[in-house]
């Protein structure tokens, strides 16, 4: 997911409604200090409005204020961090840099995780193990999350937890059932090539068949076809295998150093028959697409019915579930699966889930600068209260709460049963820093347009320049601890012979 706050940063921009009862006045600035923790709570900060509709939240203002009653002397005060527009953080890490950052922010935990040796980010590991006051017989703090294999998994590669996860985000495709009964559909396709021949008929329909939220089709749909046509190779695949608590929901992940020790085997090359033919797939499914997918708007094409199919999240089901002006039937499924009658490289696996852990809280190192770490981890026991969380994740109606006895909106149903399938093996992008996601990002925007060509001669260029990008990525780390190749190569050695038939001789 998770992993996911990238699409979360886009759901929780400050709404304009009215000041709440006990909301801080913008106006009157109150200087960082012990006795106040400043607080990013994401979508849930208090007059934001998700999704843009319905009224803007105010749940935490009221659970900060009830905290304050038990801490007489200490004030929660709301200060989201500034969006510049860019992936890469600037505003933000100039904030830690300066020790002047919020004490508890919202970031995604791979975004951390390139500065964990800058102590920027408080290790939560300790208190994790402590018990939650705020929950009746309990331990450990830990055994409050319902999925603790997804807390886990968001550790830092020197093995520390700098966040919790205190509620779940996933995605699936809002379908809409009256305008598919048209072209005489009647229920979603299981298989790929089941999709492929529902995504033909809508097109002769004259319907446009599907888009994507933030161009989800092709970002993270590489990383679920990318899972289906690898399937049976993970497990020889996966060099570094995940660590035991963590397992449950990663699997057989592939971290970045995994992936950049197999590039430099052959894998994810064109050397990779399975690479080449996940690509192909997705330029297959981008055709189905609406045709701009970078300005337009998608939702307005759903809603207005000018769209068969929606790929979204969780998110969306606050405005399909609120919006008083949809007027026809609609429900939510999931990406097919791809069969040996789409691919001879599929194993007929199910299609992994992409979301996970949603809004990813951290303290920072304003929280020792100030005097007040126990305060802030007192705080966020609190907020993960069962609850407290039930009332935060209910009024937002976005995400599902990670927290056992929080009850889940309903309506969030269709979303928690896609989440009991497997994790996907990576996320690629993800996976990638600075100029070199950038630099695959557009690439792969450019391919997908038919930029570099039709057919395989458009595919051959396209991977070509992946090839550079891919293998520069790989030098960039050359002297990261992380990145230290032997011990992988060791692994490799046992699984060498059976790895490397399944690689193209090179020309």
Request: proline content about 7%; charged content about 25%; some cysteine.
């Amino acid at each position: 997911m998770s992993s996911c706050f990238l699409v979360a940063a886009l759901l929780s921009l400050p709404g304009c409604g009215t000041k709440e009862e006990g909301e801080e006045s913008p106006a009157v600035p109150v200087p960082p200090g012990g006795n106040v923790i400043r607080v990013d709570l994401n979508l849930y900060t208090p007059g934001t409005i998700p999704q843009g509709i319905g009224e803007p939240v105010k749940v935490a203002r009221h659970l900060a204020d009830a905290w304050e009653k038990e801490h007489p002397g200490r004030r929660i005060l709301f200060q989201p961090t500034v969006n510049t527009g860019s992936s890469e953080g600037e505003w933000l890490k100039t904030q830690l840099m300066g020790e002047i950052a919020p004490e508890i922010i919202s970031q995604n935990a791979e975004v951390a995780w390139q500065d964990t040796d800058k102590g920027w980010y408080v290790p939560l590991d300790g208190f994790l193990q402590r018990p939650n006051p705020y929950v009746p017989g309990n331990k450990h703090w830990i055994d409050t999350f319902v999925n603790q294999a997804l807390v886990n998994a968001k550790r830092a590669p020197d093995g520390k937890l700098y966040c919790i996860s205190m509620d779940i985000v996933e995605t699936g495709i809002f379908y809409n059932k009256d305008l598919l009964r048209e072209q005489g559909i009647d229920e979603m396709p299981t298989t790929w090539a089941g999709m492929i021949e529902m995504l033909d008929t809508l097109d002769r329909g004259g319907v446009t068949p599907l888009t994507a939220d933030g161009n989800l089709a092709t970002n993270w749909g590489q990383d679920i076809i990318f899972e289906m046509l690898y399937h049976d190779l993970l497990p020889d695949l996966d060099i570094l295998p995940s660590p035991p608590d963590a397992e449950g929901y990663l699997g057989h992940y592939l971290d970045p150093p995994e992936a950049g020790f197999l590039f430099t085997k052959g894998f994810f090359t064109r050397r990779d028959p399975r690479w080449v033919e996940m690509y192909r797939l997705l330029r297959q499914w981008r055709g189905y697409m609406a045709k701009e997918l970078k300005n337009s708007d998608p939702i307005r094409m759903f809603l207005t019915k000018r769209l068969a199919m929606y790929w979204s999240g969780s998110w969306f089901i606050r405005r399909m579930a609120t919006d008083p002006y949809i007027d026809f039937d609609w429900g939510v499924a999931y990406i097919p699966t791809i069969t040996r009658k789409t691919s001879p490289f599929a194993g007929g696996s199910p299609a992994t889930v992409i979301g996970g852990a949603a809004v990813q809280l951290h303290v920072t190192n304003s929280a020792i600068k100030n005097d007040n770490l126990e305060d802030c981890v007192d705080f966020l026991m609190y907020l993960t209260a069962p609850k407290n969380i039930e009332r935060l994740t209910s009024e937002a109606l976005v995400f599902i709460p990670n927290i056992r006895g929080a009850k889940m909106d309903e309506r969030l149903a269709p979303f928690s049963e896609i989440f009991k399938r497997r994790y996907c093996a990576i996320k690629w992008l993800e996976s990638f820093d600075g100029q070199y996601k950038k630099n695959w990002r557009s690439m792969m925007d450019y391919f997908l347009e038919d930029g570099f060509g039709e057919g395989e001669a458009g595919l051959e260029a396209f991977l070509k320049r992946l090839e550079v990008n891919f293998a520069r990525w790989v030098e960039s780390h050359r002297d990261d601890a992380a990145w230290h190749f032997p011990p992988m190569e060791d692994a490799w050695k046992t699984r060498e012979a059976r790895l490397l038939r399944e690689l193209t001789p090179i020309q």
